[in-house]
């Protein structure tokens, strides 16, 4: 405004000064970007060592400073000499969601043309349906579908790690982020343990084998089983392999080659049982394998979300568990495979499809030890039972106890922290960096302006009035005319688009 002697106030005199200066910085904004010099050549860098205040962090991403000479320095961190293969794990940790479900997306685009579906639906649909006795055989195609799950657990855990758990652990106080990775993780594994430990429990009740072990040995060779033991069987095969995977993109824990050797030997039983007909002791296996690890990721949850004491509480129950399954129940089954199947299981070799089964015969003597890893790859050839058979199949499930037993020592040692009042807490599985978690070095950089060519058309001058305040009314009600503010054609012959102006 103006007072009643004509002269501008101090107000409008600074609006005015905005307007002025606010027209002279545009060219900068919206001009083809200047060539670069000496000095701007290479934005400034400086690095830095953080050190560890013990203050929990307020951003888990970049964070931003404003420097004195008005630009922005932005904080990253340094990746020091990071492998190839290290940037292409993390790279695919970062778009694993993406791959899975494109994967997913393409396969069922392709599914919807005829000619296609002969190929796709191998990877959806359990193979070797025999119509005569409703059972299925086994196969090559039965790959198909294993890889179709390792695609869908990838898919499904980072989905729901990011979009599901790590919300929900955020809700209930959970902010460090190696605490909610953590989480996210640990109530993955319920996610997938309750529904399938439920389908193995259900298959087992239901089977001539509950809660009598000789029956494990009967009826074999069998090389059909029914489509709930086939899909269950395959379904488990393709999460171990996805966990190989996990545990070979993700962070290293401290507990890695452990981790990946119990891995390597579970897919091994696995494969064989089903490979061999063995599935109802493969199916007994894994019930009491799977129990316990319902009750350590639960434990595990409560102690990120400070139910410090239901934590305590549910570590009690997984030690009992772990015990009796794994160490009684389990071994029962170890005695089984050594005293029972000599007495049950015919000796021999026997060729050929289910319903045209072929011997007992010798083993071959000419192939050496060859001949055992036959029903691995062809499942109407060999399939022998002997005491090299029985011995190969005991070792691996020894060979697990053992890692079993090596780890309830490790639970020993955390129920004698309970019992002193310090808490369970499992440092099996921390990274292996974690001990350098303190000294992450980080890089300030210089943040370089976006600057963009546009033309007079997507120039909007009313939401630049509107942003800085300033009214075009204002030149009028103090009667003070700018040169080029009036005058919309000379504004913009200022800012270098009188050319495109008539």
């Not at 079993?404 to 921390?430: C, H, N, P, Q, Y």
């Not at 009035?465 to 204002?474: D, I, L, P, S």
Request: hydrophobic share 40%.
């Amino acid at each position: 405004m103006s007072d009643p002697n004509g002269s501008t106030s101090s107000n409008g005199q600074d609006a005015v000064e905005r307007h002025h200066a606010d027209v002279a910085e545009i060219p900068s904004k919206v001009s083809a970007p200047a060539p670069p010099t000496a000095a701007t050549a290479a934005p400034a860098r400086r690095t830095v060592k953080r050190e560890y205040s013990g203050q929990k962090e307020t951003m888990n991403g970049p964070l931003y400073m404003q420097a004195s000479n008005n630009t922005v320095i932005v904080r990253r961190v340094k990746r020091k000499n990071e492998s190839p293969w290290k940037q292409l794990t993390r790279w695919f940790v970062e778009n694993q969601i993406g791959l899975a479900f494109n994967l997913l997306a393409l396969l069922f685009l392709a599914h919807g043309m005829p000619r296609a579906r002969g190929y796709t639906g191998k990877y959806f649909t359990l193979s070797y349906f025999n119509p005569k006795s409703g059972q299925y055989g086994l196969g090559w195609d039965d790959g198909y579908l294993i890889a179709f799950c390792v695609v869908l657990f990838t898919g499904l855990r980072a989905a729901a790690m990011e979009y599901l758990l790590a919300p929900l652990a955020k809700a209930n106080g959970i902010h460090k982020a190696k605490d909610i990775t953590r989480f996210s993780e640990q109530a993955w594994m319920l996610m997938y343990y309750i529904p399938f430990w439920s389908a193995g429990m259900y298959i087992y009740c239901k089977s001539p084998y509950f809660l009598n072990l000789p029956e494990l040995w009967t009826n074999w060779p069998n090389r059909e089983v029914s489509g709930f033991m086939k899909g269950y069987m395959l379904a488990q095969l393709a999460f171990w392999v996805q966990q190989i995977l996990v545990i070979n993109i993700e962070e290293r824990r401290k507990d890695h080659w452990q981790m990946f050797t119990h891995h390597v030997v579970t897919i091994s039983l696995i494969f064989g049982s089903y490979r061999y007909g063995h599935t109802r002791v493969g199916n007994l296996i894994l019930v009491l394998m799977d129990l316990v690890d319902i009750f350590l990721p639960a434990a595990k949850c409560l102690k990120y979300m400070g139910f410090n004491t239901l934590c305590d509480y549910m570590f009690g129950v997984f030690m009992v568990s772990w015990f009796i399954t794994r160490h009684v129940f389990y071994n029962m089954v170890c005695y089984s495979v050594w005293a029972q199947t000599p007495d049950i299981m015919p000796t021999g070799c026997f060729s050929g499809p289910d319903n045209n089964l072929k011997g007992p015969f010798a083993a071959p003597s000419d192939s050496g030890s060859l001949y055992l890893l036959e029903p691995l790859w062809n499942s109407e050839g060999l399939v022998c039972y002997n005491q090299t058979v029985k011995w190969s199949f005991l070792s691996m499930l020894l060979f697990l106890q053992a890692l079993t037993i090596m780890w309830f020592g490790m639970i020993i040692r955390v129920a004698l922290k309970v019992l002193r009042g310090d808490g369970a807490e499992d440092t099996r599985s921390d990274d292996e960096a974690d001990e350098l978690e303190d000294e992450d070095e980080v890089v300030y950089e210089e943040a370089q302006p976006l600057e963009e060519e546009v033309g007079v058309e997507e120039l909007d001058l009313k939401n630049w009035e509107r942003r800085t305040g300033v009214k075009r009314t204002a030149a009028a009600a103090t009667g003070v005319s700018l040169p080029g503010h009036s005058d919309r054609k000379e504004l913009l012959g200022r800012i270098g688009c009188e050319k495109q102006v008539d």
